[in-house]
């Protein structure tokens, strides 16, 4: 059976190209392991999504965004990054850039089910659920999937949206840097009876890194880091036990806490592959690049490369060139890792110094939030990506509230 595209994987990367796709007027054929009733209805996974303001606008463009409740989506307000007990904090304040908010928090669950509401209305769009792709041959003409059941599928062009641990990117001998943090994240909601504030926290303590995602009716997704033997020990606690033993660590910011959802744990692998096209294939979302989450951009880079890569498509569909066309490939290469090296690398350096704990590494970090504060870009920079307020704006207004502004002299 012959699709101009073939997408593997429907998470929010696969199901977003495939309804861009689609809107094209491409011919799509979408492939995932899951069923479509998993997929359709997925079950809360834990994880608290920061989406970006460049994001909103991509799911609202999608019609996504007013599929989501309201009561679904809290506004982060501020966020606040702290070095261990150190009174010190790195503030970052939307005001200072002229936006209300740095994003806003939605449940993955509920972005992948918006996602998939969205997709299954096209009709160009067929769906193979269920069923695992088993390889991906790529010649001069084709690409040719096969299935476990050993059906074929032909198409100008395969798109690879199949998690960080992409079996396709490896299939084609695209390398990838993979960084195994030897740590596991676990992630929950609980509710607090000191309100937030719609106020982040990010506090990295000797013993692991601890963050507050604000809520709507004060509750927090609450993210704490540990070596995976004593996460197993988190994980293996009850509710009332896991609250008690996680107030203390959060220093009394929310309160008491109360769990209000099931818990989830997911070991650290930050993945970069060293391309993000080969001969009629492209790889999209964490297949191309799998952040680390403390800096909230796995899905936001997903999405916006997306966009870019989409761009590209039009542009060589409407020169009449074939999808695989390897100028639009490369352009899509170019753009995505412009978009994501800078702070891929910025949080592996950083995640790096906040998993070492020698004297001089707590030095270096204690430094680096002083600078970091003080210093215009590196705050800005990650703060320009959650707001969509361009750095430089952002940088012009800065100056403009620091230095004296020149009295303006007659006749001027
Ligand atoms: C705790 C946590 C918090 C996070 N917080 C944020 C945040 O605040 N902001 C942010 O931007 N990002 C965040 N992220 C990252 C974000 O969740 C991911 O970047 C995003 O979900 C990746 O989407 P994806 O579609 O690329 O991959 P996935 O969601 O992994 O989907 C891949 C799909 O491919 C299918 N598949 C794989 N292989 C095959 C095969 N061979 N055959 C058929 N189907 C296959 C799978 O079944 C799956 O449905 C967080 C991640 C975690 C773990």
Redesign the pocket.
Known sequence: MYFDILV????????AFSSLASDMGLTVGL????TKTA?SKPEND???????EA?RKILADLGAWTMIDEADISPIRAAKVVDGDAPFALDFNPSSAGADKLGN?IS?HII?RVLYTVAAKKDNITWFTG????ALRRDTNAAIITLADGQTFTSQLAIA????F???RRDAGIKADMHDFGQT?I?GRMHGTTPHNHIAHECFRYDGGLAI?PLNNDIASV?QTFSAEEAARFMAMNDQDYAHATEPRLKGLMGKLTPTSKR?S?PLVGVYAQQFYAKRLAL????AV??H?VT???????IQGIANLIRHLRKANARGLDLGNVGALKAYNTDHRRLTWPLYQMTEKMMGLYTTNTIPARLVRKAALVAAQTAIPVKDVLMAKLTDVPVKKMIASKVAGKLPIPPKLPGL
Not at 31 to 34: A, K, P, V
Not at 284 to 287: L, N
Not at 296 to 302: E, K, R, S, T
């Open positions: 593997i994987g429907a998470g929010p990367a696969g199901l492939f995932d392991r899951q997929l834990g994880r608290d999504i920061a989406v970006s994001s928090i993955n992948r069923i695992e792709v088993e949206a199949d998690t960080r992409s079996q396709i994240m992630v995602l993210v989830a997911y999209v979302g964490d297949a799998g952040m989450p909230a951009h796995g899905f936001n880079f997903g």
